[in-house]
C-alpha cells in the first residue's frame, strides 16, 4: 500500500488539484486539510472485512504504516519517511521498494498525480487499485470509492484466477485547470483488476451531437430557476451551459453562484460558499455528471462539503447530463461519495435528471458504501 498523505488537500479549497510544493502550501494556507488517511482507511476496512491474513508492504508512518496497523493488519515496513513533509519522491521511493518485493497487488491512496507518479516506477509490471482520494481522479485505475477500492484488492487477491486489463493513467495539467483550460491526456496503460461494478472507467468527454439538446436543456433549467433563491453551479461543460444561458461565463472547472440575475461568486472555496449560504435561507444548486464515471459528488467538485450540501438542502439539487452519456455508464447509474455516509445514504435513490428539452430521465443514484458488492 502506498498512501500519499497530501492527496486531495486543494479540493475543497478551490486549487484543482495538489500537486508540487507551492499548490500544497497555498492549500495549506486557504485552510485545506487532507484526507486521504481517512479513505485509505475505509478501503483497508472494506478490505479486512473479507481479507484479514494478509501481510501489507507499506512506507512509514503516514505513507502507509500507521493507517494498517490502526487497521490491525499484518505491517512490514520497507521504506522510510525522508522528511517531516512527505513529496511525491516518498511515493516513488516506495513504489520502487515494492516494485522490488513484488507483491500481489499495490493498493494507493491519491488521485491521478500519484497515479502517475506509481505508473513511472511500475509500469505494467504489479498490478494497481486506486484508492479515490486526490481532486483528479480520471485514470481508470481507480475504484469508484474507497470501500469498493478494499473490496476489489481482496477480490483479487483471494481469486486464484488474477486476471488484469490494460487501465488507462489519465492525467490533467492543473495549471491549465486553474485558467479554465481542460488538456486530460492518455499517460500510459497500466495493469488493473478486470472487476467490472468495482472499478471506474476513466475520464470521457460529450459526444458532440448532443450539443442541441444540452444547450435546450440547460436553457431550460436557467429559466426555472428562482431569481430570489441563491444558486451554485457546479464544475462542468455541461453546467456551464446554464451559466451562458443566464448571460455569464463563469468558471469552467469551480463553483459559481448567482442570485437576483447576477453572477456574484467564481470558483469558490468551502468557506466562501460557507459565508454566502449565512445570508440565506433559500439555496440550489445545479451539477452535472462526470461522462464514462458516473459521479455525481466527490470528484472535482470537493468544495461542496457535506455540511454545504446540508445546509443547500437534498431536495433542492438538479442534475444536468446528456442522455447518451447517462446510457454509457457501464455501472448502470449515478453515485456519491462525499466521504460521509450517512449523507451518501440521504442522497441515494432515483433522481430526475434534466436530458434534453421537456425530457428527464429518472436516474439510480448509489452511495458510496453501496457499491463494494456484498460481504463473504
Avoid: W
Avoid at 430557476?225 to 448571460?247: I, W, Y
Wanted: charged share 20%; proline share 4%.
Amino acid at each position: 500500500m502506498i498512501v500519499n498523505p497530501i492527496a486531495g488537500i486543494g479540493g475543497p479549497v478551490a486549487l484543482k488539484g495538489s500537486d508540487g510544493a507551492a499548490t500544497v502550501l497555498e492549500a495549506l494556507r486557504r485552510g485545506g486539510r487532507p484526507l486521504a488517511s481517512l479513505r485509505a482507511t475505509r478501503a483497508l476496512e472494506a478490505l479486512g472485512r473479507r481479507l484479514s491474513g494478509c501481510t501489507i508492504l507499506t512506507g512509514a508512518g503516514p505513507l502507509g504504516a500507521a493507517i494498517a496497523e490502526r487497521a490491525r493488519f499484518v505491517t512490514e515496513t520497507i521504506a522510510p519517511v525522508t522528511d517531516i513533509e512527505t513529496t511525491a519522491e516518498d511515493t516513488r521511493r516506495l513504489a520502487a521498494a515494492l516494485l522490488k518485493a513484488r507483491p500481489d497487488l499495490i493498493l494507493f491512496a491519491g488521485g491521478d498525480g500519484t497515479a502517475r507518479d506509481v505508473f513511472d516506477i511500475v509500469g505494467g509490471d504489479i498490478p494497481l487499485i486506486g484508492i479515490p482520494a486526490g481532486v483528479k481522479m480520471h485514470s481508470a485505475v481507480f475504484a469508484r470509492t474507497p470501500d469498493a477500492a478494499g473490496e476489489a484488492a481482496a477480490r483479487f487477491v483471494e481469486s486464484g484466477e488474477r486476471r488484469t486489463h490494460d487501465a488507462e493513467i489519465m492525467d490533467i495539467d492543473e495549471a491549465g485547470l486553474r485558467e479554465g483550460r481542460v488538456g486530460a491526456e492518455l499517460y500510459g496503460y497500466a495493469a488493473s483488476p478486470r472487476l467490472g461494478g468495482f472499478m471506474q472507467n476513466a475520464k470521457s468527454g460529450p459526444a458532440h451531437h448532443d450539443d442541441a439538446a444540452l444547450d435546450a436543456a440547460a436553457r431550460e433549467v436557467a429559466r426555472r430557476l428562482d431569481p430570489s433563491r441563491l444558486t451554485f453551479v457546479g464544475p462542468g461543460t455541461t453546467t456551464r451551459r446554464v451559466l451562458r444561458a443566464l448571460g455569464h461565463e463563469g468558471t469552467l472547472l469551480g463553483i459559481d453562484a448567482v442570485a437576483d440575475g447576477r453572477l456574484i461568486g467564481t470558483d469558490l472555496t468551502a468557506g466562501q460558499i460557507k459565508t454566502l449560504l449565512d445570508g440565506t435561507t433559500r439555496a440550489g444548486l445545479v451539477l452535472g455528471v462526470i461522462g464514462g464515471q458516473g459521479c455525481l459528488l466527490g470528484r472535482g467538485n470537493q468544495q461542496l462539503s457535506p455540511e454545504i450540501l446540508r445546509r443547500i438542502g437534498l431536495g433542492n439539487i438538479t442534475i444536468l447530463a446528456a442522455l447518451e452519456k447517462l446510457a454509457a455508464l457501464n455501472c448502470g447509474g449515478l453515485f456519491v461519495d462525499t466521504g460521509d455516509l450517512d449523507l451518501d445514504r440521504a442522497l441515494a435513490g432515483y433522481r430526475r435528471v434534466h436530458t434534453g428539452p421537456g425530457m428527464t430521465s429518472i436516474t439510480r443514484i448509489d452511495a458510496a458504501s453501496t457499491l463494494a458488492g456484498p460481504a463473504a
